[in-house]
């Protein structure tokens, strides 16, 4: 097993990273359309 090891940690990190950015980006879009419906909320009322 300690011989994957040298291996297997460059590669997991690499996936949290990735994970990381996926995640953030998701985070991003969500918080646009929650904009975008606030937005059409507030010209509705008006």
Aim: hydrophobic share 50%; charged share 20%.
């Amino acid at each position: 097993m300690t011989r994957f090891a040298p291996i297997a940690l460059p590669f997991a990190a690499l996936i949290a990273l990735a994970a990381c950015n996926t995640v953030e980006g998701a985070g991003r879009d969500i918080e646009s359309a929650g904009e975008a419906v606030t937005d059409t909320a507030q010209d509705a009322q008006d």
